[in-house]
């Protein structure tokens, strides 16, 4: 079956968001242009690297000479829900970065998860015209609507439970058992 492809040029929209309440959140990537919205579930680690990795991709076209906001434009901070109907259209597996200089914008892909036992599509073969492989969501936006995404993910990311100061893992509301105590409950 030929892989679904979900191309956004310069989307209306393009956010992370959650569902649900922290310690059971479901993180998702989102994509709107006019009527048309798609969603994909990703993991909250997924979107802590892609805000850490865009950020760090907008310091170093800025270093380059490209025209890159240093700080988010003023009034352009995301506070809105997440557009509805949200239907999950894959679990996302895998994610690619880039910048396309010629027409300076910075391009996300996400990946659908390929089930175990079935086969990847070679990268090197990637083409329009490719009959399986995984579902696409391609995303490409200029740095302005980068940093806009790069401020949302990380407040959103930062929004979960509270760390144990000892480990670092995340604090339940009735405490969690703490490797670095000996198991004792923190």
Do not use: Y
């Not at 892909?109 to 990637?126: F, I, K, P, T």
């Amino acid at each position: 079956m030929p892989p679904r492809i979900f191309r956004f040029d310069a989307p209306d929209r393009f956010t992370t968001g959650t569902v649900g309440e922290p310690g059971n959140r479901t993180f998702f990537l989102q994509a709107r242009s006019g009527p048309r919205v798609v969603s994909v579930v990703v993991e909250k680690e997924q979107v802590a690297v892609l805000a850490d990795r865009m950020g760090q991709l907008l310091e170093e076209m800025r270093t380059r000479g490209v025209d890159v906001p240093l700080e988010l434009p003023e009034g352009s901070r995301d506070t809105t829900p997440l557009d509805e109907p949200l239907v999950e259209q894959f679990r996302v597996g895998s994610m690619v970065l880039t910048w396309d200089g010629e027409e300076r914008e910075i391009v996300v892909e996400a990946r659908a998860q390929v089930e175990e036992g079935e086969e990847a599509a070679d990268d090197a073969d990637d083409d329009d015209d490719a009959t399986d492989g995984p579902d696409v969501l391609q995303v490409r936006m200029p740095a302005e609507a980068a940093r806009v995404f790069v401020d949302r993910a990380l407040r959103v990311v930062s929004a979960g439970r509270p760390p144990c100061p000892f480990c670092g893992l995340p604090l339940n509301s009735e405490g969690h058992i703490c490797p670095r105590r000996n198991g004792h409950i923190h």
